[in-house]
């Protein structure tokens, strides 16, 4: 799987702020939607360089692929788009916050794309992240268009 759209998305959903500051939940953030651990040594304010936002970006990405892969039994099995989807999610939300989607995961696991999305347009994060579930949504929307073309 080519992990470079995603990363690019995810950047682009992110941004890049080389400061710390709160985000929507109000924990300190940092780079590209890196949460502020304690052993970051990093405090409200302060900046970082470029280069340790590009290694926090490759830590947490990978760290989204590993969480997916270890706690979605199926994710491999899933198609790319899907794949792309779970871990722009994971990123975003944590495996913990990705695993809330209970419904939207069993949908996930009998190729039912229809009521995934529908699992996603009814949460919370759907309204609360803008764009980004629009565009993830409709990436699942696209697999019925798949399937349909398919059978």
């Given amino acids: 799987m080519d992990y470079a759209p995603i990363k690019k998305q995810i950047a682009d959903d992110e941004g890049c702020r080389l ?4 985000d929507s939940m109000q924990k300190l953030t940092v780079g590209i939607g890196h949460l502020v651990r304690k052993e970051d040594g990093l405090a409200y304010g302060d900046s970082i360089p470029q280069v340790l936002c590009d290694q ?4 947490d990405f990978e760290n989204a692929v590993d969480e997916c892969e270890r706690h979605l039994p199926k994710f491999k099995e899933y198609p790319e788009p899907i794949r792309g989807v779970l871990i ?3 990123f975003n939300l944590g495996i913990a916050g990705l695993l809330h989607f209970r419904k939207f995961i069993a949908a996930l696991n009998r190729a039912d794309y229809l009521e995934a999305a529908n699992q996603m347009q ?4 759907y309204s609360q992240v803008g764009k980004r579930s629009r565009r993830l949504m409709d990436t699942v929307l696209n697999e019925v268009k798949e399937i349909t073309i398919h059978q």
């Fill in 19 to 22: 400061y710390v500051y709160p």
């Fill in 56 to 59: 926090f970006f490759e830590q």
């Fill in 88 to 90: 722009n999610m994971a």
């Fill in 122 to 125: 009814l949460s919370d994060w």
